[in-house]
């Protein structure tokens, strides 16, 4: 058993077994030694380097290997680090901690820009997420951040900023689980959590823009009035409408993807979304969710979408 103190904060390590190494590259077991441990009630992986320390960038592209395989934080653990070093480490989003003196850890990221952040009026874009994909996915109830970070396309700082978020707005609660994790409970099922939630969630479209001609290859998630029609009785638009993020659909604008952008008419509708679409295939289709959907359109005044929308969610099938 091997002892680390972090921030004051003693931990034990223990050896990981030889038969817990599988996937590791002959250089990893060369390079390392390998520990498991727990801090703040979350599993993580302890690297120590054998002789001196490597560069950030061969830490990082380590650690992603690892983490893939083995499902967990990787933190490793160095002796005599500078603070230019250290710096770079976190460049590269490297986790570390240098004897007893200085941690870099998800878990302490996170509480970090908690503390400076106020309690939000709205769902951010990852908690809006983290909920949706709970209501229309798969059931979050009881899982713990680092299960969700596995599931979802957002880092574990993400998934914990996000969680905070909806726990700040009463749309769930932390508890510990018989394991003395850290797991999440929904204060409510279905329908009745997506009322609770309505004054906090928000559209998750940031932009729409208009084009000729979008000179993109690919199959993009269809939006907006076409979206709707796919899910109820409304008719098509004759417009193609499609949802990118807004980085990608800067992008395109730069590089003239977009014939005759403008933002008020044109053959093709072009959404940024705040978030990525939790995306539903059919017939080769893509297809924005129903309720990124709903939120996307809640504000037309047309009656016909009011209409259709009232069905889209009385005809939800709830997933939690």
Same mark, same amino acid.
């Given at each position: 058993m091997k002892e680390l103190t972090i921030l004051n904060k003693r931990i034990g390590l223990q050896p990981r077994h030889q038969a817990k190494l599988k996937g590791i590259t002959i250089d990893d077991k060369l390079s390392y030694k390998f520990y498991d441990g727990t801090y703040q009630t979350v599993p993580l992986l302890f690297v120590e380097p054998i002789g001196t320390n490597g560069t950030p960038r061969k830490y990082a592209i380590s650690a992603a290997r690892l983490t893939d395989i083995f499902g967990l934080p990787v933190i490793y653990i160095l002796e005599n680090v500078p603070a230019y070093e250290r710096q770079r480490l976190i460049d590269y989003g490297v986790y570390f901690v240098v004897s007893s003196?200085?941690?870099?850890?998800?878990?302490?990221?996170?509480?970090?820009?908690?503390?400076?952040?106020?309690?939000?009026?709205?769902?951010?874009?990852?908690?809006?997420?983290?909920?949706?994909?709970?209501?229309?996915?798969?059931?979050?109830?009881?899982?713990?951040?680092?299960?969700?970070?596995?599931?979802?396309?957002?880092?574990?700082?993400?998934?914990?900023?996000?969680?905070?978020?909806?726990?700040?707005?009463?749309?769930?609660?932390?508890?510990?689980?018989?394991?003395?994790?850290?797991?999440?409970?929904f204060v409510a099922k279905g329908y009745e959590l997506w009322q609770k939630a309505q004054e906090v969630l928000s559209s998750p479209v940031k932009r729409r823009i208009y084009c000729d001609e979008l000179q993109i290859d690919g199959n993009l998630a269809i939006c907006n009035i076409n979206a709707l029609a796919h899910y109820t009785w409304l008719n098509p638009d004759t417009e193609q409408m499609v949802m990118t993020s807004q980085q990608q659909l800067k992008e395109w604008v730069q590089k003239g993807k977009l014939v005759n952008a403008n933002p008020y008419d044109g053959a093709v509708m072009v959404?940024?979304?705040?978030?990525?679409?939790? +995306?539903?295939?059919?017939?080769?289709?893509?297809?924005?969710?129903?309720?990124?959907?709903?939120?996307?359109?809640?504000?037309?005044?047309?009656?016909? +979408?009011?209409?259709?929308?009232?069905?889209?969610?009385?005809?939800?099938?709830?997933?939690?």
């Open positions: 003196k200085f941690a870099y850890l998800p878990m302490l990221v996170a509480n970090e820009r908690i503390r400076k952040s106020a309690v939000p009026k709205q769902l951010s874009p990852v908690a809006q997420y983290i909920l949706l994909y709970h209501l229309q996915i798969e059931s979050l109830e009881g899982m713990a951040a680092l299960e969700m970070a596995n599931k979802l396309p957002y880092s574990y700082e993400s998934v914990t900023l996000g969680l905070t978020c909806l726990t700040d707005l009463k749309l769930c609660e932390k508890m510990s689980d018989s394991t003395n994790r850290n797991i999440i409970h959404e940024a979304w705040k978030y990525p679409a939790l +995306v539903m295939q059919e017939n080769g289709k893509q297809y924005v969710d129903k309720l990124s959907l709903y939120l996307s359109l809640q504000d037309n005044k047309d009656p016909r +979408v009011e209409g259709e929308l009232e069905r889209l969610i009385n005809e939800m099938i709830w997933k939690d």
